[in-house]
């Protein structure tokens, strides 16, 4: 991921994706 996304997407909502990316696992 980019800095720039970063800017757009909170730590929080990071979080949320890489739990959902995760659990598609």
């Not at 997407?9 to 994706?17: A, D, G």
């Amino acid at each position: 991921m980019c800095g720039r996304y970063t800017r757009y997407l909170s730590w929080s909502e990071i979080s949320r994706l890489y739990r959902l990316t995760t659990d598609w696992e």
